[in-house]
């Protein structure tokens, strides 16, 4: 498949050209500049994009390929100027949309699981969800989905995972109450690296165990997005944050991964999503974390926290339900901080934890802005929370956009 290179030199807007290649119907693939003069002498190559500042030695090799190449000075182009150098560099001929990729990921699928069975990492969030429908219209019921209950999720949510694949998809699931398990590996851990590495080795070795119970099982399907990869560092990129199901595995892992979304953004798997028919309220629900509400209780994590949490959560997400802004909105995140401060409740002194509200729109989580909501909603958001839930002290708005903040606090 003809491809486009995008060449980050450290700037903000690598993962947006990214993006606007691949709307435009042309493959494209970010490497950081350190990577570059090998990713550039690569098959099917069509065109090259530098964003930001670039290295000599790339410079210097740019000078010797006959691949066109399009300098910006660390901006997004108009849409004007990247057709005229897609023309350019590959013609008229747009291969990449979901309806190829959903033939080729089929083909791709069945030619690497074989005859072979499988087990799927399904948590309920819209990535494990495409997968496994993905891999199961490659495999049939050779494919068994795994939803570990880790205590980690938000209220409710387990039931509805469970209800809606075995009742609504017909996709074979093994169902894991594995909170003790859980909370005892994150007893005391306050560094939030080593919680989503303690949670991705903890998930593989609950999935080796139900696997082993099948029988013979070989592959480990994952939801695993093209962002991912970047945040984790992997391809040679500067390290974000360690996604659980990219620099979370064990070295050890007894199986061989699937991820048939991994060269995907978010909004193509929801794209690839409405082709498998996936329910709208899957589809676009809100992106939850992998570890949970673990990286959403800041410091150390208990089920008293989380408890909290969840009630706190509960209360955020019907509120947004309720006032018509939950679609409006990317990822609304409520974040327990490891800070309490002095109030008054009932005429007596307290000393309640400090709960942070995240809303973020974006289009693929590379980058994000915060939601100006009506002043009233949040109001009545904070008013229900310090209200409602014991524990909580006060309610702080988080105003960072990504860059330079990530979306979720840990």
Partial sequence: MKRILVVDGGSL???????????????????????????VQGPDLRGIILVGMVSARLEAVLGQTAVPVLSLDD???SEQVLESFLSKACGEIREWNMDNFLYQAVEKIRAQVGSGRAVCALSGGVDSAVAAVLVHRAIGDRLTCIYVDSGLMRAG????VVETFREGFGIPLVHVEAEERFLSKLAGVEDPEQ???IIGIEFIRVFEEEAAKLGDVEFLVQGTLYPDALESGVGQGDLVKSHH????????????????LAVLFKDEVRILGEKLQIPQEILWRHPFPGPGLAIRVLGAVTKEKLDLLR?????VREELHRSGWYHKIWQAAVVLTNMRAVGVQRG???YDYVVGLRFVSSVDGMSADWVRVPYELLD?????????????????????????????WE
Avoid: M, W
């Fill in 13 to 39: 807007h690598a993962q947006n050209v990214a993006r606007q290649v691949r709307s435009l119907g042309v493959y494209s693939e970010i490497v950081p500049c350190s990577a570059a003069v090998e990713a």
């Fill in 75 to 77: 901006r997004s182009p």
């Fill in 157 to 160: 949510e387990s039931q509805q």
């Fill in 195 to 197: 919680k989503r590495r």
């Fill in 245 to 260: 199901n990219v620099g979370g595995l064990p070295e050890d892992l007894r199986f061989k991964l699937v991820e048939p």
């Fill in 311 to 315: 009630q706190a959560d509960a209360i």
């Fill in 348 to 350: 007596r002194r307290t």
């Fill in 380 to 408: 009545t958001i904070g008013r229900r929370l310090l209200g409602e839930v014991e524990g909580i002290g006060r309610v702080v708005y988080d105003i960072s956009p990504k860059p330079p903040a990530t979306i979720e």
